[in-house]
């Protein structure tokens, strides 16, 4: 009873700083001297108000999905994981590796080593970062970034080996093979990109859900990520649960790079197209680190995306606007957070005699 | 009567809470008044309010006939009223001298008139007899001379009425007689001086007057001559506190825990342990006291394996445990306790629920390869939460809402839910009111009665005399000596405490 009621509050806050957002965007929208209702209307018809909007929304929020749980999962250890970036543009590359050079599978298992070579370079990728903060108490902020920077510099060389590289100008790989693609929903749209690596995305959210809240190793990651001191002195090791959350998270960036190779664009290309890792974070913070929170909040992602491409094509009000909106939704959230956190600690003093 | 304070129908309200309900005080010049009350009575609240720190929703304070104004920003000290907090207020790197004066500074010109505060402090110092090197600065000062810094800031600034939280706390028993004259010098010139304290020993021996709260309400104003301990504690729990039971002691010669000249170095090279060796036996509880900061925490920590020392050896049950991890030593029938229960014994933000299984997570009663054993889980926590009287009795409830005795109560519950060899119990009823104190003492007790052992450390004398078999004192990192149960008395370990050889 008790849980179900702060379930409800916890969905509360989140919706009054889209209220607040969505209201300062107005206002800037009338700034440019644009109708907000219009803007409004265009967004919605073009996030969700057809089959094809509602395809393009969930194809723009899978990779969102993927690499919000990876924020969440670093997050719920107490880590702030920002090299999703790195993470996800490693594993898109491993599985245009695997998906280009390994040939003569059968579809379903050449899938399953892409995306699992995908998964694993992330995690490797990821895992460097851990293993600095776990041994060496680097901090996990400064070498995910500057990962970040290593990860693009790297695949862009890779890409342009003569191995990898497909003849031409640009930078990028052969198409993957066939029997390496994810097959694309297109029985609810016929033209749409969005596969079955959306499909996979619900399954990690579901995945993650459990081992976070069920499992024996959710119940370590979440306890060092609240107390760390607490849990060494109940024998939970620190280093062991940092390392590993660290690279559950990059397994899941990776699998978002491996959805954009193998269901989106069929080749690696340098650079590879950036911000998936860094709206992860807006993602996780909107969805309150919460698996199913970061679902609903990387839809709503995709939905600003693909309803900011609609307005792009109908009005005159240009695309940059969606990235405003989405910076405003941020700063709320962010504010939101901090506000309720202080008004815990406020409440805190208050009750102590 | 001639009252210097009287507070009337004070009414303060917290969100869920009523700290103060209609409470009367009344305090008469020259007079030590004690506040006694278990934790949440409402005795810290009372005195914010005297002070001004607090504004109340209701009631009037008059000091010597002057009503106090409601406003916000009113400091006691203009109404004479000084305070000194349980946890003083100094600047570790100032002088004692600096301390004293900060914020009251003499002036001449631009400059600090330092000769004419030195002249001022000496002369407080030399009326009440107090001494402080006023030149040393405050991380170099033990905590009874903070205490005098603290004593001093406040005479400096002719507070007439002085309230003390908790003073003997952190005091040796010869650091409490020596606050104990002082304070008598203050009252006799005329001066009055408010303590809250829990330890109702002290009241009997210092106080004139005794005012007993309890749950947020003001239950009876005495004189000490018209009271006694016994009396005291049944007014502040609201009920009988039955004798603690004689010991069972059967102590055998097996040691289940030897410690072999252990030495601990901080990373900066400061000696932290030195050459500690002693041994506990089956069925045996003992004892460590001191002075806070004398090394315990360090010890603690070697102990339980969250640090390695940086010499010697720990042996537990025959086995050489100086490089295990702590789960490992945990497994082998380890039990602790820790000293900072919301830093290093629980998970705030967990439920009870998950505090109680927390460290047996991994026991296969509670987990299979992967996931935990959730109606596991459920039901032991449902019955540890009955059987150890958990308030409130809901599992789901996160445990840093819990009071600190019922956080307590849970670290203890998942503790000896694991049926340890040994329980290392460090503070553990530190900031606990008599019933949940009572409580840890009684499964204390039990646990070295079934014949297995406790590591008890604490800085509250009281305890380990009445609960140790054997008594190590620490100080200053090493143990300067151990003296059986029997041999014990405040005068011996109080002065090892202070470093004294045995």
Redesign the interface.
Known sequence: M??TRSRLAGFVPPLISLLLAAAVSAVVILALGEDPLNIGRVMFSGSLGSLRSIANTLEEATPLIFTGLCVAVAMKCGLFNIGGEGQLVVGAFAAAWVGVKLTGLDPVSHVVICIAVAGMAGAMWALIAGVLKARFGAHEVINTIMLNYVAFIVTNYLVNLAYFKKPGQIPQTEDVAGTALLPRLDFIYTYTRLNLGFILAVLAVIVVF?ILE????G??I??VG??P?????????VVSNTIIAMAIGGFLAGLGGAERVLGVHKHFISPFPFGYGFAGIAVALLGRNKPFGVLLAAIFFGALASGGAQVDMETRVPRELVTVIQAIVIIFVACEYLVTKMGIRI?GV??S? | MDYVVRMKDITKR????V?NDRVNLNIKEGEIHALVGE??A????LMNVLYGLTRPDGGEVCVRGDVLPASTGFLGLDYGIGMIHQHFMLIGQFTALENIILGAEPRLGPMLDMRKARDRVQNLMDEYGIEVDLDRRIDALSVGEEQRVEILRVLYRDAHIIIMDEPTAVLTPQETRSLFSTLKMLTQSGRTVVFITHKLEEVMAMADTVTVMRAGSMIGTMPISETDVAGLAEMMVGRRIEDMPERDADITYEHILKIEDVSLRSAKGQQLLTGISLEVHAGEIFGICGVDGNGQDELFEVL?G?RRPTQGRVIFLERDITHD???????AGMA?I?PDRI????????TVR?NL???R??DGRF?GR???K?RAVAESADSLVRDFEIEPP?P??QAGLLSGGNQQKVIAARELSRDPELLIASQPTRGLDIGAARMIHDLIVRQADSGQSVFLISADLSEVMKLADRIGVMYRGAIVGVVERTEATEENLGLMMAGAKA
């Open positions: 008790m849980m459990l069920r499992s024996k190793l119940f370590e979440r306890s609240l107390n001191l607490a849990s060494r002195a109940s024998g939970i090791s409440r208050a009750t005699e | 917290f969100p869920r809470v700290a934790n949440g409402g005795k810290s609240t339980i969250l991890p702590t789960s490992r030593r945990l497994k602790h820790p830093r290093m014994g629980l998970v705030g933000d967990f998950e299984i927390l460290g997570h991994t987990s992967v996931f935990l959730a809901v789901e409830m």
